[in-house]
């Protein structure tokens, strides 16, 4: 045998070495670890920099075996004795470190685990990827995982190894594309990124997809998080909440950017969760609503997106708190009554190279082709879901939200991109799918596979859908076709309510349309009535920014259609800031303007609010009968010259409610409506109340119906009818 090619037995073939040297090799384990050689048991490490390496005796700390240095820097090798288990004792020029050998232990997560996942089907992928401490042969650590199948060399860095790549290369499972490895002696607090070697060289440093920690940005470290489990107090809020059937309920949703509702008086860059939950729930309780729902709280980078390009579907965003702490948050907000809604974003992603964009330096998590994997709109990439892998990662990231930290609902962001493949493209910029058609028919099944498994694993929780167009069955059940979402946002009579009550009154009759047409479909779908986040920046100005006329008459266009929507069929919402009549636009860098409440016209908004919510929970026909149209009528729906909407709500016998908006500047004397019920109605609301900040005209608190038939009900009201301002009576008998 030629010199060149002659090796010891400590030694490992020369290309094999080079690799290690140059972190290049993809199988560390065929060459670092014990290795049986010629008869001989063999033990090899890698540890750059090092000056000696002993192996010590797991049990009584004696030298087990001298490793010597060969071929590379950094490579050391030695006869072991026997098969007794040991540690490496590995000296640094500045200190001695002591540690089992990470690649003295066999395969890590088992079959299942494996199968499950290149199946999409896995549902604890946030308790078994990513870095979980665990103990393995009586040794505590962390054992890493991460999906990276084009890869073509993964090794986990962080503050335990100098950040440096060749020292704790991965383990390739190849029936699923996933890299493993049980580093011993760290644990929880520890920073760490994934270093890959992609089939076009080497990438940026990445975070964790499936990281349960992160550090704050702009920082871009995932953490190793705390594995004790939360101790929770709300076991009977879950065992109610599985009870109620959220149609029936009345759902009134307080939509808040955590950042933003008040900020902290020091430097940081908002209040921490504890300190939120002290500020917002007294708050919120006093107000009534029934649920919270946060603006996206996963993991991501840039705090002007709100949350909405997430880097991270596991972890909550550190500039709140780590996740126990978020925890506390929802645990408080069960015992104060108080439901947590999760804004969740599984329809597109940022770019960042820190990130999930060409994770293995391959279009991985996205599609290849940017007319079906990059967002036009928002300078971001879709998932590819037609990948099983990406589907079982969103579903478990939604699970994780849900059941680790027991909140209450996800409303799905941005389900129309989802839907439509030609979404917000021209003609040649988008692919058709399989039949030749624009729908996606991968979102389809991953929407469903998504809704089914959530209502399975999580009875009672909330999945409500942001869907801007007409498409069919979105709160349909998946086995009658339909989505399967509970509810889902009605953006449609958002849009053209605004745009009536944005009109000065004199022309509103040549737009009265646009409050009577939400009706013609109020009752094809389960809907959520949304005055959110997105209708009050960019330009479109406050909501009491929106309302014509003086001072007088704004906060009076806004009552009376706060008094409307109330009224309207549809669960409520309403973005923080809109309780008081927030004047600016709302500012993610900047607090709400609590000094407001001091003005009487801002204070007369928020207690309308408090006493709508009330109203609200007390009177089944305004929340029972959402979607039934059975149970509503219009009583006058035609009278554009005045401007003037009566309907009736009425959920089974003796439980009438008449809304009434008059929304022109002009009193109605004797304005005759016709009522299901004779006998006495009381004015349970008038938004034109002088403790609202109203002039104070309306019925003296009841009225007592004729015997004159009208509008096609057996006894009618004569009412006078306040300007700008809704009337809810309630019958009494």
């Given at each position: 045998?030629?010199?060149?090619?002659?090796?010891?037995?400590?030694?490992?073939?020369?290309?094999?070495?080079?690799?290690?040297?140059?972190?290049?090799?993809?199988?560390?384990?065929?060459?670092?670890?014990?290795?049986?050689?010629?008869?001989?048991?063999?033990?090899?490490?890698?540890?750059?920099?090092?000056?000696?390496?002993?192996?010590?005796?797991?049990?009584?700390?004696?030298?087990?075996?001298?490793?010597?240095?060969?071929?590379?820097?950094?490579?050391?090798?030695?006869?072991?004795?026997?098969?007794?288990?040991?540690?490496?004792?590995?000296?640094?020029?500045?200190?001695?470190?002591?540690?089992?050998?990470?690649?003295?232990?066999?395969?890590?997560?088992?079959?299942?685990?494996?199968?499950?996942?290149?199946?999409?089907?896995?549902?604890?992928?946030?308790?078994?990827?990513?870095?979980?401490?665990?103990?393995?042969?009586?040794?505590?650590?962390?054992?890493?995982?991460?999906?990276?199948?084009?890869?073509?060399?993964?090794?986990?860095?962080?503050?335990?190894?100098?950040?440096?790549?060749?020292?704790?290369?991965?383990?390739?499972?190849?029936?699923?594309?996933?890299?493993?490895?049980?580093?011993?002696?760290?644990?929880?607090?520890?920073?760490?990124?994934?270093?890959?070697?992609?089939?076009?060289?080497?990438?940026?440093?990445?975070?964790?997809?499936?990281?349960?920690?992160?550090?704050?940005?702009?920082?871009?470290?995932?953490?190793?998080?705390?594995?004790?489990?939360?101790?929770?107090?709300?076991a009977d809020w879950i065992t109610r909440r599985a009870h109620i059937a959220a149609a029936l309920a009345p759902l009134s949703i307080y939509e808040v950017h955590a950042g933003s509702w008040r900020r902290p008086r020091d430097q940081?860059?908002?209040?921490?969760?504890?300190?939120?939950?002290?500020?917002?729930?007294?708050?919120?309780?006093?107000?009534?609503?029934?649920?919270?729902?946060?603006?996206?709280?996963?993991?991501?980078?840039?705090?002007?997106?709100?949350?909405?390009?997430?880097?991270?579907?596991?972890?909550?965003?550190?500039?709140?708190?780590?996740?126990?702490?978020?925890?506390?948050?929802?645990?408080?907000?069960?015992?104060?009554?108080?439901?947590?809604?999760?804004?969740?974003?599984?329809?597109?992603?940022?770019?960042?190279?820190?990130?999930?964009?060409?994770?293995?330096?391959?279009?991985?998590?996205?599609?290849?082709?940017?007319?079906?994997g990059y967002h036009q709109d928002w300078d971001t990439l879709i998932y590819n879901l037609g990948r099983h892998e990406v589907r079982g990662f969103l579903v478990a990231s939604a699970l994780h939200w849900l059941e680790r930290f027991?909140?209450?609902?996800?409303?799905?962001?941005?389900?129309?991109?989802?839907?439509?493949?030609?979404?917000?493209?021209?003609?040649?910029?988008?692919?058709?799918?399989?039949?030749?058609?624009?729908?996606?028919?991968?979102?389809?099944?991953?929407?469903?596979?998504?809704?089914?498994?959530?209502?399975?694993?999580?009875?009672?929780?909330?999945?409500?859908?942001?869907?801007?167009?007409?498409?069919?069955?979105?709160?349909?059940?998946?086995?009658?076709?339909?989505?399967?979402?509970?509810?889902?946002?009605?953006?449609?009579?958002?849009?053209?309510?605004?745009?009536?009550?944005?009109?000065?009154?004199?022309?509103?009759?040549?737009?009265?349309?646009?409050?009577?047409?939400?009706?013609?479909?109020?009752?094809?779908?389960?809907?959520?009535?949304?005055?959110?986040?997105?209708?009050?920046?960019?330009?479109?100005?406050?909501?009491?920014?929106?309302?014509?006329?003086?001072?007088?008459?704004?906060f009076a266009n806004l009552r009376a259609y706060y008094g409307f929507m109330w009224g309207h069929p549809g669960k409520k919402l309403l973005f923080m800031g809109g309780e008081f009549a927030q004047e600016r636009e709302w500012d993610?860098?900047?607090?709400?303007?609590?000094?407001?409440?001091?003005?009487?016209?801002?204070?007369?908004?928020?207690?309308?609010?408090?006493?709508?919510?009330?109203?609200?929970?007390?009177?089944?026909?305004?929340?029972?009968?959402?979607?039934?149209?059975?149970?509503?009528?219009?009583?006058?729906?035609?009278?554009?010259?005045?401007?003037?909407?009566?309907?009736?709500?009425?959920?089974?016998?003796?439980?009438?409610?008449?809304?009434?908006?008059?929304?022109?500047?002009?009193?109605?004397?004797?304005?005759?409506?016709?009522?299901?019920?004779?006998?006495?109605?009381?004015?349970?609301?008038?938004?034109?109340?002088?403790?609202?900040?109203?002039?104070?005209?309306?019925?003296?608190?009841?009225?007592?119906?004729?015997?004159?038939?009208?509008?096609?009900?057996?006894?009618?009201?004569?009412?006078?009818?306040?300007?700008?301002?809704?009337?809810?009576?309630?019958?009494?008998?």
């Amino acid at each position: 045998m030629p010199a060149e090619r002659r090796r010891t037995p400590l030694q490992v073939e020369p290309e094999l070495a080079e690799a290690l040297a140059g972190a290049r090799l993809s199988d560390p384990f065929a060459v670092l670890g014990p290795h049986a050689v010629d008869g001989a048991r063999v033990l090899r490490a890698y540890a750059p920099g090092a000056t000696a390496i002993e192996a010590i005796d797991g049990d009584s700390d004696s030298v087990l075996a001298t490793l010597q240095p060969i071929q590379i820097d950094g490579l050391f090798a030695a006869r072991m004795p026997d098969a007794r288990p040991y540690r490496l004792r590995i000296h640094w020029p500045d200190a001695v470190q002591d540690s089992e050998d990470p690649y003295s232990y066999g395969l890590l997560l088992g079959d299942l685990d494996l199968y499950l996942f290149a199946e999409g089907r896995h549902q604890q992928l946030g308790r078994v990827f990513g870095a979980q401490c665990v103990t393995i042969d009586g040794v505590a650590g962390v054992r890493f995982a991460v999906w990276a199948p084009n890869a073509l060399r993964v090794s986990v860095v962080g503050d335990f190894n100098g950040w440096d790549g060749r020292r704790h290369p991965m383990r390739k499972r190849v029936e699923a594309g996933v890299w493993e490895l049980f580093v011993p002696r760290i644990g929880s607090g520890t920073h760490y990124k994934y270093e890959l070697l992609g089939p076009h060289g080497l990438l940026p440093l990445k975070s964790d997809p499936f990281a349960l920690q992160v550090e704050r940005p702009p920082a871009t470290a995932s953490i190793v998080a705390d594995p004790v489990a939360f101790e929770w107090h709300d076991a009977d809020w879950i065992t109610r909440r599985a009870h109620i059937a959220a149609a029936l309920a009345p759902l009134s949703i307080y939509e808040v950017h955590a950042g933003s509702w008040r900020r902290p008086r020091d430097q940081r860059p908002a209040l921490c969760w504890d300190e939120l939950a002290d500020a917002l729930l007294p708050y919120v309780q006093q107000l009534g609503f029934s649920h919270i729902e946060l603006l996206p709280i996963t993991a991501h980078p840039f705090g002007g997106s709100w949350g909405y390009q997430p880097t991270g579907l596991f972890a909550p965003h550190a500039d709140y708190g780590d996740p126990a702490a978020f925890a506390r948050f929802v645990d408080r907000c069960h015992g104060a009554g108080i439901g947590v809604i999760l804004d969740w974003v599984p329809a597109h992603f940022p770019t960042d190279a820190h990130g999930l964009a060409h994770f293995d330096g391959t279009p991985l998590f996205e599609h290849a082709d940017p007319r079906e994997g990059y967002h036009q709109d928002w300078d971001t990439l879709i998932y590819n879901l037609g990948r099983h892998e990406v589907r079982g990662f969103l579903v478990a990231s939604a699970l994780h939200w849900l059941e680790r930290f027991h909140v209450d609902g996800l409303r799905v962001d941005a389900v129309a991109s989802m839907l439509y493949r030609d979404y917000s493209r021209a003609d040649g910029e988008w692919i058709p799918n399989y039949y030749g058609g624009r729908e996606n028919l991968e979102a389809l099944q991953f929407l469903r596979q998504l809704n089914q498994t959530v209502h399975e694993r999580c009875p009672g929780a909330l999945m409500i859908a942001e869907e801007s167009t007409a498409w069919p069955g979105v709160t349909q059940p998946v086995e009658h076709d339909g989505l399967g979402f509970d509810f889902k946002w009605n953006m449609g009579w958002m849009h053209d309510t605004l745009k009536y009550v944005s009109k000065e009154p004199i022309h509103r009759r040549w737009e009265h349309h646009n409050i009577t047409f939400g009706l013609v479909y109020a009752f094809s779908e389960r809907f959520v009535l949304p005055l959110s986040h997105d209708e009050v920046v960019h330009g479109k100005s406050s909501l009491i920014g929106r309302m014509p006329g003086d001072e007088w008459q704004r906060f009076a266009n806004l009552r009376a259609y706060y008094g409307f929507m109330w009224g309207h069929p549809g669960k409520k919402l309403l973005f923080m800031g809109g309780e008081f009549a927030q004047e600016r636009e709302w500012d993610h860098d900047r607090e709400l303007d609590w000094a407001l409440l001091q003005r009487p016209f801002h204070r007369g908004v928020h207690d309308l609010v408090r006493d709508l919510n009330q109203l609200y929970r007390e009177q089944p026909s305004l929340h029972a009968s959402d979607a039934n149209g059975h149970e509503f009528r219009w009583i006058v729906e035609d009278d554009r010259d005045n401007s003037v909407f009566v309907f009736c709500r009425c959920h089974g016998p003796a439980a009438a409610v008449i809304v009434i908006s008059n929304f022109t500047p002009v009193v109605r004397h004797e304005y005759r409506i016709g009522v299901p019920c004779s006998g006495h109605w009381r004015e349970r609301i008038n938004t034109d109340a002088t403790v609202y900040g109203g002039s104070g005209v309306g019925n003296g608190g009841s009225i007592t119906t004729s015997g004159t038939p009208s509008h096609g009900q057996p006894c009618s009201l004569s009412l006078t009818l306040p300007p700008l301002a809704t009337l809810v009576l309630l019958w009494e008998g």
